[in-house]
Protein backbone atom coordinates (compact mmCIF):
# COMPACT_ATOMS: atom_id res chain seq x y z
CA UNK A 1 0.00 0.00 0.00
CA UNK A 2 1.32 3.21 -1.11
CA UNK A 3 -0.75 5.88 1.27
CA UNK A 4 -0.66 5.35 5.18
CA UNK A 5 -3.81 7.43 6.80
CA UNK A 6 -3.84 7.68 10.47
CA UNK A 7 -4.67 10.42 13.40
CA UNK A 8 -1.93 11.00 15.71
CA UNK A 9 -2.64 11.49 19.60
CA UNK A 10 -3.49 14.84 20.31
CA UNK A 11 -5.62 15.22 17.09
CA UNK A 12 -9.36 15.13 17.68
CA UNK A 13 -10.27 11.03 16.78
CA UNK A 14 -14.19 11.66 16.41
CA UNK A 15 -13.67 13.57 12.88
CA UNK A 16 -14.93 12.43 8.95
CA UNK A 17 -11.03 12.01 8.24
CA UNK A 18 -7.68 11.20 9.01
CA UNK A 19 -5.55 13.87 9.86
CA UNK A 20 -2.31 12.93 8.10
CA UNK A 21 -1.34 10.73 5.58
CA UNK A 22 2.19 9.40 4.40
CA UNK A 23 2.48 8.33 0.72
CA UNK A 24 5.03 6.95 -0.55
CA UNK A 25 5.91 6.18 -4.38
CA UNK A 26 7.30 7.33 -7.31
CA UNK A 27 3.98 9.06 -8.81
CA UNK A 28 1.90 12.35 -7.57
CA UNK A 29 -1.41 12.23 -9.12
CA UNK A 30 -3.02 15.76 -9.11
CA UNK A 31 -6.60 15.83 -10.23
CA UNK A 32 -7.75 19.02 -10.98
CA UNK A 33 -11.41 20.38 -9.29
CA UNK A 34 -13.95 18.84 -10.02
CA UNK A 35 -17.72 19.76 -9.86
CA UNK A 36 -20.94 18.02 -10.67
CA UNK A 37 -20.90 18.01 -14.37
CA UNK A 38 -21.51 15.18 -16.44
CA UNK A 39 -19.14 14.22 -19.47
CA UNK A 40 -20.89 16.11 -21.76
CA UNK A 41 -20.76 19.21 -19.89
CA UNK A 42 -23.86 19.60 -18.34
CA UNK A 43 -24.73 20.10 -14.90
CA UNK A 44 -26.01 17.61 -12.28
CA UNK A 45 -28.14 18.49 -9.48
CA UNK A 46 -28.75 22.89 -9.56
CA UNK A 47 -29.36 23.54 -6.13
CA UNK A 48 -28.84 20.25 -4.47
CA UNK A 49 -25.41 20.18 -2.51
CA UNK A 50 -25.16 16.28 -1.82
CA UNK A 51 -26.13 15.60 -5.11
CA UNK A 52 -23.15 17.34 -6.44
CA UNK A 53 -20.89 16.71 -4.25
CA UNK A 54 -21.70 13.14 -5.04
CA UNK A 55 -21.23 13.73 -8.68
CA UNK A 56 -18.10 15.91 -8.22
CA UNK A 57 -17.02 12.91 -6.38
CA UNK A 58 -17.56 10.59 -9.37
CA UNK A 59 -15.73 12.77 -11.62
CA UNK A 60 -12.79 13.00 -9.13
CA UNK A 61 -12.94 9.18 -9.12
CA UNK A 62 -12.78 9.15 -12.82
CA UNK A 63 -9.89 11.53 -13.13
CA UNK A 64 -7.97 9.39 -10.70
CA UNK A 65 -8.95 6.42 -12.91
CA UNK A 66 -7.74 7.60 -15.83
CA UNK A 67 -4.04 8.00 -13.98
CA UNK A 68 -4.75 4.70 -12.71
CA UNK A 69 -4.96 5.74 -8.95
CA UNK A 70 -7.79 4.90 -6.80
CA UNK A 71 -9.19 6.97 -3.60
CA UNK A 72 -7.28 4.35 -1.86
CA UNK A 73 -4.23 6.35 -2.99
CA UNK A 74 -5.60 10.20 -2.22
CA UNK A 75 -3.49 11.80 0.16
CA UNK A 76 -5.28 14.80 0.06
CA UNK A 77 -9.04 16.10 -0.79
CA UNK A 78 -9.80 19.59 -1.26
CA UNK A 79 -13.57 21.11 -1.03
CA UNK A 80 -14.54 24.07 -1.95
CA UNK A 81 -18.29 25.19 -0.89
CA UNK A 82 -20.09 28.44 -1.99
CA UNK A 83 -21.50 30.05 0.67
CA UNK A 84 -20.48 27.85 3.16
CA UNK A 85 -22.63 27.70 6.58
CA UNK A 86 -22.46 24.78 9.03
CA UNK A 87 -26.35 24.27 8.75
CA UNK A 88 -24.83 22.97 5.23
CA UNK A 89 -22.66 20.55 6.79
CA UNK A 90 -25.25 17.48 7.03
CA UNK A 91 -26.03 18.11 3.70
CA UNK A 92 -22.46 17.58 2.32
CA UNK A 93 -21.68 14.56 4.52
CA UNK A 94 -24.49 12.91 3.57
CA UNK A 95 -23.26 13.83 -0.53
CA UNK A 96 -20.04 11.99 0.60
CA UNK A 97 -22.30 9.03 1.87
CA UNK A 98 -23.90 8.52 -1.64
CA UNK A 99 -21.22 7.34 -3.28
CA UNK A 100 -18.55 6.11 -0.46
CA UNK A 101 -19.17 2.53 -0.83
CA UNK A 102 -19.56 2.93 -4.98
CA UNK A 103 -16.24 4.98 -5.39
CA UNK A 104 -14.61 3.27 -2.15
CA UNK A 105 -13.69 6.18 -0.80
CA UNK A 106 -12.15 5.00 2.91
CA UNK A 107 -13.88 6.28 6.14
CA UNK A 108 -12.93 8.14 7.56
CA UNK A 109 -11.63 10.06 4.40
CA UNK A 110 -8.03 11.13 3.90
CA UNK A 111 -6.85 14.47 4.78
CA UNK A 112 -9.47 16.81 3.99
CA UNK A 113 -10.26 20.18 3.90
CA UNK A 114 -13.46 22.58 3.07
CA UNK A 115 -13.15 26.01 2.31
CA UNK A 116 -15.99 28.28 1.74
CA UNK A 117 -15.73 30.35 -1.05
CA UNK A 118 -18.17 33.42 -2.51
CA UNK A 119 -18.72 31.75 -5.59
CA UNK A 120 -17.32 29.26 -7.99
CA UNK A 121 -16.62 29.54 -12.02
CA UNK A 122 -20.56 29.13 -12.89
CA UNK A 123 -23.62 30.12 -10.63
CA UNK A 124 -25.15 26.69 -10.18
CA UNK A 125 -21.95 24.99 -9.01
CA UNK A 126 -22.07 24.54 -5.20
CA UNK A 127 -18.47 22.21 -4.78
CA UNK A 128 -15.71 21.65 -6.39
CA UNK A 129 -13.54 19.21 -5.36
CA UNK A 130 -10.06 18.42 -5.71
CA UNK A 131 -7.49 15.56 -5.00
CA UNK A 132 -3.65 14.50 -4.70
CA UNK A 133 -2.70 10.99 -4.99
CA UNK A 134 0.49 9.15 -4.67
CA UNK A 135 1.18 5.75 -6.91
CA UNK A 136 4.33 3.29 -6.75
Known amino acids: MSVELFSPEGLAQ ?6 VAVGTGSRTVCVAGQVSATSSGGPVAPGDLPGQVAQA ?3 VA ?4 GAGARFTDVV ?6 TDWRTEKHDDFLAG ?3 VADELGIPQPMPPSTL ?3 AAL ?3 HVLVEI ?3 AVLD
Open 57 to 59: LRN
Open 14 to 19: EVPFRH
Open 121 to 123: FEP
Open 130 to 132: EAT
Open 115 to 117: IGV
Open 96 to 98: IAE
Open 76 to 81: RLRFYL
Open 62 to 65: AGLA
